[in-house]
Nanobody
């Protein structure tokens, strides 16, 4: 499976973006999908995860109520809808796939996309 993230860009504070992650190569059947982000000078951090069947989602506290993760297994797509964006959301966002049921730990994800830049201006 290969992952391609897209949808990043420059947006003003309070604005919205929707990130997409397309899987190719073979089906990502059974994979938990996650979004992580890395700001300049900081370590990569967990943002959100969604189980294969989408019956479970989880968010880091700083994005709860503002971000929504979803997936379309028929199209091999995962989305991250980001609303009410803040300057502190500025980072490179990565999508990743894990064979575990759910995970918030980056080392448990074994497939990573290339990242898409999100910049939120104040």
């Amino acid at each position: 499976v290969q992952l391609q993230a897209s949808g990043g860009g420059l947006v003003q504070a309070g604005g919205s973006l929707r990130l997409s992650c397309a899987a190719s190569g073979r089906t990502f059947s059974g994979y938990t999908m996650g979004w992580f982000r890395q700001a300049p000078g900081k370590e990569r951090e967990f943002v959100s995860t969604i189980s294969w069947s989408a019956d479970y989602t989880y968010y880091t506290n700083s994005v709860k109520g503002r971000f929504t993760i979803s997936r379309d297994n028929a199209k091999n797509l995962v989305y991250l809808q980001m609303n009410s964006l803040k300057p502190e959301d500025t980072a490179v966002y990565y999508c990743a796939a894990s064979p575990l049921r759910v995970s918030t730990v980056s080392r448990e994800y074994n497939i990573w996309g290339q990242g898409t830049q999100v910049t939120v201006s104040s």
